[in-house]
């Protein structure tokens, strides 16, 4: 039986879903147990990510112009990512990050990994495939940031203001579920859809993205008094 586009989303997020135990660093958070240098280096390298994938999201709708349903996903995920640059501000402030030290960090080559794919599937990934591949790496994406929310308020003390990022990311979108489907039939209906490839390419989007917390969790078991 073929399956709808719907169907295939959620059985694609399913496979893809990662190990829960597999991220260290937001367990620690949630409790209040991670540094407030590692929350400043997470600022710090979000800032970098949100700004690449944002420009990575604009070429997926370009690529993706014959397509108009597959364009508008990455157009609205492009526009996301500006409304999230322009919250993740208040966050790294709170954190302390004045532009002068934003300037001066050095990325973490662990924590840009992602991005880095994100721009590789921007030059070369199939559109309707990367739909699907970052749909199913959001999921865990949102359940993060969920959770931080939470325990920025509880054990930190940070403003709503301050957590409206997190927020921002945790809250379910209805158009970017509608669009992500319409998407996935568009593909479907064309005859153009790989699910080895989605598989290929979501594996590596969760394995760059482990990446990223493991990276700031070694940070912790290590930590410097500053982050720069």
């Known amino acids: 039986m073929t399956r709808t586009a719907r169907e295939l989303l959620e059985t694609t997020t399913g496979k893809l879903a990662p190990d829960p135990h597999a991220n260290r660093l937001v367990p620690l958070v949630a409790r209040g147990a991670a540094g407030r240098d590692t929350l400043t280096a997470l600022a710090l390298e979000q800032r970098w990510v949100i700004a690449a994938d944002r420009r990575s999201f604009q070429y997926l709708a370009e690529r993706a112009a014959d397509a108009p349903e597959t364009a508008a996903y990455f157009a609205t995920l492009a526009e996301g990512e500006a409304l999230a640059g322009e919250r993740l501000e208040a966050f790294a402030a709170a954190c302390g990050v004045t532009e002068e030290r934003a300037v001066g960090h050095d990325p973490l080559p662990g924590c840009q990994a992602y991005p880095a794919y994100v721009a590789w599937l921007a030059l070369n990934g ?103």
Do not use: K
């Not at 949102?142 to 929310?149: P, V």
């Not at 997190?166 to 379910?172: I, L, R, S, T």
């Open 126 to 228: 199939s559109p309707a495939e990367v739909v699907l591949a970052l749909h199913a790496n959001f999921s865990a994406w949102g359940g993060y940031c969920e959770t931080i929310a939470a325990a920025l308020r509880r054990h930190y003390g940070f403003s709503d203001e301050a957590c409206a990022f997190f927020d921002f990311f945790a809250e379910p979108s209805p158009l970017l579920e509608h669009q992500a489907t319409a998407a996935v039939r568009e593909a479907l209906d064309a005859g153009r859809l790989s699910e080895r490839l989605v598989h290929r390419y979501g594996r590596l989007l969760q394995s760059y993205e482990a990446m990223f917390w493991h990276t700031l969790w070694e940070r912790e078991q290590g930590q410097p008094s500053q982050v720069d």
